[in-house]
């Protein structure tokens, strides 16, 4: 058929699960250009967020730990947070990487917004980087208390990067990016 | 509170939404190794997924392009595709290659597994490279016939994920570890 202009319309949509600012799940009837029909289509919405590579001054990237139910394990992960109504990306990543971390940086880079999931949406993830960091205050231990603050050294963080040593593909696609940016 | 060995608990598991392979959503009453209680945390499960950066033996680098509902619009990705039950993810990897490219490849890397989300899972991908690919067949156009085949050569695919001009994060990650990888 090849490309064509005209989009999928929404002849009805559905809101299925409304759980507002965190999940909304979506039920379309779609008319495609072709004259297919698709009934039922469904869309994940979930919160856009900020995810940052901030390399500190003495030569360590800051990562944090804690409990992931979705993945019922420990994960260690780049400091991340939704971004909420009406704020700018830039404003979450520096509000997020001071209150997890207790980081603060001089240079920030924005490295580009991502839709995590290609056929559900769930989300978009803008990617920072951040150079000239320091540890200005003692971390926030998250609102159920059990998020920790992981200091790792550039090599290690890399090496880790190079085997897929990341659970989370957010962290895992924002340190490649990072190190690219960075050009460390 | 620090770290602890004792993982959140389900005390009930609901239902919410259940259109099996595609979406299922769940809700979970949960009890923290803290006695705190958290009610109706919600889980999305999305199918697992292989995606694959192979390199031509001819420099190109073989990319999909098609409409995206979640979007709304026409992405450029890295082929991938849904593993299917008791399926390898490397069985998948070289059938989805061959299936929306036509390409085959003669050397395969599996780059790691991650989790799209942190809060909510969504899915698992898993990362592939390949390389002394070649063209062997022509690509199929997709259930819906709009897909189409993009082979470009390696220096734009760089240049394109340093500057984050793929709108997909399964994508921009597959990019980024494969040109490590391959060490290209």
């Known amino acids: ?60 990237v800051p990562l ?18 939704g971004i909420e109504t009406g704020e700018i990306p830039l404003i979450t990543a520096q509000r997020e990487l001071r209150e997890e971390t207790g980081v603060e940086a001089a240079e920030w880079f924005s490295m580009g917004s991502f839709t995590l999931d290609a056929n559900r949406g769930c989300g978009v993830m803008h990617a920072f980087a951040a150079r000239g960091a320091h540890q200005v205050a003692a971390p926030d231990h998250g609102d159920l208390g059990d998020l920790s603050l992981c200091l790792m050294p550039l090599e290690e963080v890399r090496q880790r990067w190079r085997k897929g040593q990341f659970p989370l593909a957010p962290t895992m696609l924002t340190i490649g990016l990072g190190l690219q940016v960075l050009s460390v």
Do not use: C
């Open 64 to 81: 944090v730990r804690q409990y992931r139910r979705a993945l019922d394990a420990f994960t260690l992960e780049l400091p991340a947070g």
């Open 1 to 60: 058929m090849g490309d064509h202009n005209q989009y999928w319309r929404a002849r009805e949509t559905r809101l299925l699960v409304d759980r507002s600012p965190h999940v909304r799940v979506f039920e379309e009837d779609l008319d495609l250009p072709s004259g297919a029909f698709i009934p039922g289509w469904l869309k994940v919405e979930l919160p856009d967020f900020a995810i940052i590579f901030a390399l500190l001054e003495d030569g360590q």
